[in-house]
Every structure is written in structure tokens, then in C-alpha cells.
């Protein structure tokens, strides 16, 4: 069975008993498909670590943010994406990564994918003035400049309300 059907089995897998088989069966191939000379193995090597939910592969996705394929980076995205709903501290850790790709990849769609991977990360300061940057900056896609926005304004939700400085 072939790393993209372990990889969609994971998506119906009913238990994590299930998808802890699915795992170890996927592990040799999904090691070398992200070493894989072949940009489009090391996308689908990537993208399956979130498709299997294989937390025990964070220091891969780290690796993925920096192929030198757009595709590949995608889907490294895309997994950290899936994989960080519900734990910020993936996001929190690969934070600086997550800025460089957002504020200067030379692919719009990874720009785009970063900036949503960083709403599932804590509401840091610095994050928000990239976003509001992103957000109001004379760029040519609009949609980078609407995802901005928009997370910026979930991450300000997340931080609650701002208690007035003194003076």
C-alpha cells in the first residue's frame, strides 16, 4: 500500500488504535518520501505526516519549511496546519520560520499558508504587527491581504482585551 492510501485509510480511521497501525506502517516510506530527490514524493511524504497525525514527526515538517520546493513547503504547511488545531505550541515553536515564509516566500500560496498555520499559534505581539503589515501592505494579492486581516483579528480575540497603558 502506497504512503497516499496509508495516508487517506487515516482520514476514515475510526480509533486511535487504528491510526497508530496506520502509523507504523507508514514510517519507513514516509521517511524516505520526504528525502526523496523528487519534490512531489517529499509533498506527499509531507502532507501525510498531518494526514496520519504523526506528532512524532515535528522535527520533518521543521525540515519541510525549508525545501526548496513551494510544493513541498505547502504541504509541510498544510500538516502543521492540521496538526497545531489543537496544540499552539507546534506553531509557537516554528514561529520565526512561519514569519520569514510569510512575509517574503517567493510563492503567494505558501505566503498564505503560513499566515493561516500562525491563527493556531498564541497570540504573540510580534505576529499580530507582521499580520497588520501583511494586512495594509500595497501587494498585489489580495488574498494574502484578507488572510491577514483575518487572523490578525482572531489572534487579538485570543489575547483578550488590551489593558491601558499608563502613562
Do not use: W
Amino acid at each position: 500500500m502506497s504512503l497516499a492510501d496509508l495516508a487517506a485509510r487515516a482520514a476514515e480511521a475510526r480509533d486511535e488504535r487504528e491510526l497508530a497501525d496506520l502509523r507504523r506502517l507508514a514510517d519507513e516510506e514516509l521517511e524516505s518520501a520526504v528525502r526523496s530527490d523528487d519534490f512531489r514524493e517529499r509533498a506527499v511524504g509531507y502532507r501525510a505526516i498531518g494526514q496520519l497525525h504523526f506528532r512524532g514527526k515535528m522535527e520533518l515538517l521543521r525540515r519541510g519549511l525549508e525545501d526548496t520546493s513551494p510544493a513541498a513547503r505547502g504541504a509541510a504547511l498544510l500538516s502543521l496546519e492540521l496538526l497545531s488545531r489543537d496544540h499552539a505550541g507546534d506553531v509557537n515553536a516554528v514561529r520565526s520560520q512561519l514569519h520569514s515564509l510569510a512575509n517574503a516566500d517567493g510563492n503567494g500560496a505558501v505566503r498564505r499558508l503560513a499566515v493561516l498555520c500562525l491563527k493556531n499559534g498564541s497570540p504573540h505581539k510580534d505576529t499580530v504587527v507582521l499580520l497588520e503589515h501583511l494586512a495594509a501592505a500595497d501587494e498585489e494579492d489580495r488574498e494574502l491581504r484578507q488572510a491577514a486581516a483575518k487572523v490578525a483579528q482572531v489572534l487579538k480575540k485570543k489575547a483578550g482585551p488590551q489593558k491601558p497603558q499608563r502613562r
